[in-house]
Every structure is written in C-alpha cells, then in structure tokens.
C-alpha cells in the first residue's frame, strides 16, 4: 500500500478532477519519487511507495492540462504543495480546485 493518496475536486464544475497529471518528488534535489493521474472519481489510490522519507516531499499538479481538457480557463498552471511527512502513517492530500483559487488540507 501507497503511503500517500490524493484527491482532487473541481469546485466549479461541482466533480471530481479526473486526468490531472501529478509528480511526487523529493524537494531537495527535485527527484522523482512517484507519478500518477487521477481517475474518474478524481483520485490517485497508489502514489509513491509504502514509506516516505521524513523529509520535505512536493506534489506537483498540473492544472494547465486539466482546465484545457475540459474547456475551462485557469488562473493557475500548476499547484506545487511542499509538505513534510511525519510518522509513519498513510497520508492524504485532497486538493479542491477553481479557476481563480485552490486550496489543499492533510486528509484522512
């Protein structure tokens, strides 16, 4: 099992974010650690390995391609979200999306 998931909603359109691309990678030194796209339900169940490192990780969106691809225009290109890990436990990171505004959370 993954140790981080996410969740991405189009808060205009009122659903789920499904096809936005998503890179995971180790803020140091910009190492890829993980790469997805959500599914229909907006979601990425398996992102990354089992642990992640206690050090600074950055989820990188892009929603550039999603607002393209569904006819809508985006103040925002990409939604970068540096977080450290802590613990050992799963992480979930929901990202809610609008075309003038985002906005992330630590989610269960």
Known sequence: MSALTTHVLDTALGRPAAGVAVRLQRAADGRLVAAGVTDA??????????????????????????????????????????????GDGHLHVPLLLSPFACSAYRGS
């Open 41 to 86: 339900d907006g979601r990425i169940r398996e992102l990354g390995p089992a642990q992640l490192e206690n050090t600074p990780h950055t989820l990188t969106f892009d929603v550039a391609a999603y607002a393209a691809a569904t006819g809508q225009r985006y103040f925002l290109a990409a939604v970068d979200i540096t977080f450290t890990p802590t």
